[in-house]
């Protein structure tokens, strides 16, 4: 396979290296490459693609700068794999008052399949009606229950999803681990409600107490919608942190 300069003064013009990147994102997207895996060598790619071993290596840069792929000294280049502590690190943003983070643990949960809405369609890029597994589970830190989730995946993406409780309490290292679905960014929208019902009596709060409502479209590698995650925190002790830079 060779990949090809265009001339910049073209409609669509796109630098070689970023070419050679998109390959490399696809291979991972598709699990050519999978998470922990060693990628061959700059040379080796730079002979199978046509290209210089320059441009490989400033494609493998833009990948690392983006936590798709991580250098090992002495050892080579891998596929990113998340850990419990990285994948709450970087997703995770719920502090208790005194600045400790706050990392909540599941103790109930129910998954369901059954087809996508509308709305759920457009925000997954799904087709009408596809199916999708829908969590549910009551959160805990410090043996209070803190937040509430609503999550809904692609079934095609998860097949036995279903099957597979108890599911942990860090889902994105387990989405990697065993469907080699691995996120790598997430778009959030931030929203104060009133607590209904259900949530009043699965976060022990009285009905229209104050909640912070998050709603996250987490995205792969390749950029495209695989998880939407819908919470509800109480914010009583706790804070939703986040670190600008």
Known sequence: MELQERHSDRPGFRPLYQQVRDLLVSRISTGAWRP??????????AVELGVSQGTVRKAIDSL???????????KGTYVAQHTRESAQFRFFKLTHDGGERALPS???????????????????????????????????????????????????LFPGLDTRQPLPNTLYTFYQSEFGVSVNGARERLKA????KEAARELLAAPGAPLLSVERVALDVAGRP????????????????????
């Open 36 to 45: 922990a895996e060693a990628l061959p060598s700059e040379q080796a790619l």
């Open 64 to 74: 690392v700068a983006e936590n798709l792929i991580e250098r090992r000294q002495g």
């Open 193 to 196: 409600v009133a607590a209904d």
């Open 106 to 156: 599941c103790r109930q949960s129910t998954i369901i399949r059954r087809p996508a809405s509308a709305e759920e369609c457009a925000k997954l890029d799904l087709r009408r009606r596809s199916d999708v597994y829908q969590i549910a589970r009551t959160r805990y830190a410090r043996n209070k229950p803190v937040l509430r989730e609503s999550i809904v995946v692609p079934a095609a």
């Open 226 to 245: 695989i998880e939407l995650r819908r919470t509800a925190f109480l914010t009583e002790n706790t804070h939703y942190g986040i670190e600008l830079s």
